[in-house]
């Protein structure tokens, strides 16, 4: 079955212990990209990949780092956490016009 | 990437169709209309996309009028199943470029 996966699905965390959310997708997809989900304001992109060893900033990039070393895996990577990237956040992977989600991670730092 | 407009919710009865309009009048000519929909809190999930003409698939028809400033999204039978946040999202190829979520169109569908 054609699917994104995401780990963990929920997190509880403190302020400054680093984390790293996994976005995994078996369709040999060459596009990959992270959001948030804020009540207000939306999904707003985070950050995004083109292919492997290719990745650019999003609208929201701070305090999160990425990497994308093989097609398949897209971890999002925060050094840092701190309470304002308490959120819902997914991942997505595209071919051609159609973007794929994965179920989300909702993630709470305190 | 152009803005839409979209009410932000609608009411439909369980087995009517459910029209839900979007408008995106300063639209280019080789941006895409794309409809997603978001179902509580998952993952949003694409329904169905266009360009100039009318398009049809096993979920959705898209009627986008012969200006493209606007588009309908038409769901012919709704169920409760299809209670969710729909977005309309104007944009280049996604395969290039991000979707631009707005807030979308809550549609409850009652029994």
């Known amino acids: 079955e054609a699917q994104v996966t995401q780990n963990p699905r929920y997190l509880i965390t403190v302020t400054g212990k680093k984390l790293t959310v996994t976005c995994s997708q078996n369709?040999?997809?060459?596009?990959m990209s992270w959001y948030r989900q804020d009540p207000g304001l939306g999904l707003r992109q985070i950050y995004y990949?083109?292919?492997?060893?290719?990745?650019d900033k999003g609208d929201v990039p701070e305090g999160y780092k990425v990497s994308r070393k093989e097609k398949r895996n897209f971890p999002l990577i925060l050094e840092s956490p701190s309470p304002n990237q308490t959120s819902l956040y997914f991942c997505?992977?595209?071919?051609?016009?159609?973007?794929?989600f994965g179920p989300g991670t909702r993630l709470t730092v305190l | 990437d152009a803005k839409t407009t979209q009410p932000p919710s609608m009411d439909c009865a369980e087995g009517r169709a459910a029209n839900l309009p979007c408008n995106h009048s300063?639209?280019?000519?080789?941006?895409?209309v794309y409809w997603y929909r978001q179902i509580h809190s998952q993952g949003p999930q694409y329904i169905i996309h266009?360009?100039?003409n009318n398009e049809t698939n096993e979920m959705a028809s898209l009627i986008i009028t012969e200006d493209r400033k606007s588009s309908t999204l038409i769901l012919p039978h709704a169920t409760l199943r299809d209670t969710a946040v729909y977005y309309c999202?104007?944009?280049?190829?996604?395969?290039?470029?991000?979707?631009?979520f707005g807030q979308g169109t809550t549609l409850q569908v009652k029994p």
């Open positions: 997505a992977s595209s071919l051609m016009d159609t973007q794929y």
């Open positions: 369709m040999n997809h060459e596009y």
């Open positions: 990949s083109m292919n492997v060893e290719v990745t």
């Open positions: 300063t639209i280019s000519g080789n941006e895409y």
């Open positions: 266009g360009l100039k």
């Open positions: 999202i104007v944009s280049l190829s996604s395969n290039t470029g991000k979707l631009i």
